[in-house]
């Protein structure tokens, strides 16, 4: 193994989501894990989880997200998040709010969080609560998000985007910035786990490039970052945009957004299940590799996956996708391609680019 501080190849994991738990208090409409109060067999013990972390540690250092779920529900979730610490990596945790009192704020500080993420997913009860499949789930919410500011949390607000809520985008996003979060990260549904069984709110290409071309408006006029997740064409629409406004994309120009890629599921960006399967993301259950079988060793995984491997070779890719100009910086959603056509490198089936032979890439 290699020593982290050396050289990193090229690819290296910046993010890694961990699902700690599959246990979770709420029935949510969108749940990519169809979760429930549990409990589940098979969940990586702490031990388990210390080895990986040691491998992890040992090589890269990403920021690790420990998710669910609902992460709360793991008894030795302090034990798991001394662990990230001691291993000098950067915890943050994925919540639904409802067990974050100002008790636990406070602990979760102590123990080394340094950013939580809370979901809302409309700008008041009715429609966060009947998307969430719980009365009461905004109010929780909301006392999650005092609880936070007043134990100096940091927190930022991540919203699933559907038909649903689609026109009150805004009006989430002022409420986060009301709330004093720290960014806003939109989702764009992924149709997998309990989602596919929302195919009448997911939004067609043509409102995807609506609210993606809407995001890349309100982006100058936020006081907050904001994010567009699991909307990787949002970076097509970004060149595109920029371009028309005759600025060329560079990162000496434009920084961060220069570099940034849509889809970072495999080449920056990993998932790894509560009972230690590793994937490209949450949506996408392609195995990668099974933590159990490498000997509890991500590295192996990481660097010597065939999925990993096939999907970091662009000229791979399928239809409109591997014919795309923008692939580089986009990536498509694979998650979505393969619970649609079911190829995970077809061509991600909601988006409204059409390249030509006089646009395709070379390589």
């Known amino acids: 193994m290699h020593d982290r501080h050396s050289s990193e190849p090229v690819y290296a994991p910046r993010l890694i989501a961990w699902e700690i738990t599959r246990r979770c208090a709420l029935h949510c409409k969108h749940c990519r894990a169809s979760a429930q109060s549990g409990p589940y067999d098979g969940e990586l013990?702490?031990?388990?989880?210390?080895?990986?972390?040691?491998?992890?540690?040992?090589?890269?250092?990403?920021?690790?997200?420990?998710?669910?779920?609902?992460?709360?529900?793991?008894?030795?979730?302090?034990?798991?998040?001394?662990?990230?610490?001691?291993?000098?990596?950067?915890?943050?945790?994925?919540?639904?709010?409802?067990?974050?009192?100002?008790?636990?704020?406070?602990?979760?500080?102590?123990?080394?969080?340094?950013?939580?993420?809370?979901?809302?997913?409309g700008p008041d009860a009715p429609s966060h609560d009947d998307f969430r499949g719980a009365p009461g789930a905004f109010d929780s919410a909301m006392a999650a998000l005092a609880a936070a500011r007043e134990a100096g949390l940091e927190f930022q607000i991540n919203t699933t985007v559907t038909r649903r809520n689609m026109a009150e985008l805004e009006d989430i996003l002022n409420l986060a910035v009301k709330q004093g979060a720290a960014a806003f990260h939109p989702f764009l549904l992924v149709p997998t786990g309990r989602g596919r069984d929302l195919t009448g709110d997911l939004l067609d290409a043509g409102e995807y490039e609506k609210v993606l071309n809407r995001f890349y408006d309100l982006r100058t006029s936020t006081p907050i970052p904001f994010k567009p997740t699991c909307a990787p064409h949002y970076y097509r629409i970004?060149?595109?945009?920029?371009?028309?406004?005759?600025?060329?994309?560079?990162?000496?120009?434009?920084?961060?957004?220069?570099?940034?890629?849509?889809?970072?599921?495999?080449?920056?960006?990993?998932?790894?299940?509560?009972?230690?399967?590793?994937?490209?993301?949450?949506?996408?259950?392609?195995?990668?590799?099974?933590?159990?079988?490498?000997?509890?060793?991500?590295?192996?995984?990481?660097?010597?996956?065939?999925?990993?491997?096939?999907?970091?070779?662009?000229?791979?890719?399928?239809?409109?996708?591997?014919?795309?100009?923008?692939?580089?910086?986009?990536?498509?959603?694979?998650?979505?391609?393969?619970?649609?056509?079911?190829?995970?490198?077809?061509?991600?089936?909601?988006?409204?680019?059409?390249?030509?032979?006089?646009?395709?890439?070379?390589?």
């Open 45 to 121: 013990s702490l031990d388990e989880i210390r080895q990986v972390l040691r491998s992890i540690a040992e090589r890269y250092s990403p920021i690790i997200i420990l998710t669910g779920g609902e992460p709360l529900m793991r008894p030795d979730l302090f034990e798991v998040i001394a662990e990230v610490v001691r291993r000098e990596l950067r915890p943050v945790l994925a919540t639904c709010g409802g067990l974050l009192t100002r008790d636990m704020a406070r602990r979760l500080v102590s123990a080394g969080i340094q950013r939580i993420s809370v979901s809302i997913d």
């Open 238 to 363: 970004y060149r595109q945009r920029e371009a028309e406004a005759g600025r060329h994309v560079t990162p000496q120009t434009h920084g961060l957004d220069a570099m940034s890629k849509g889809c970072m599921g495999g080449t920056s960006f990993a998932f790894i299940s509560h009972v230690g399967k590793v994937q490209i993301c949450g949506f996408l259950e392609e195995e990668a590799g099974d933590l159990r079988k490498s000997g509890l060793d991500f590295q192996v995984i990481w660097e010597k996956s065939p999925l990993f491997h096939e999907l970091r070779d662009y000229r791979n890719y399928k239809g409109a996708c591997g014919r795309c100009d923008y692939r580089r910086w986009c990536g498509g959603c694979r998650a979505r391609a393969c619970a649609v056509t079911g190829s995970y490198l077809d061509t991600e089936p909601f988006c409204a680019y059409a390249p030509t032979a006089s646009t395709a890439p070379t390589a």
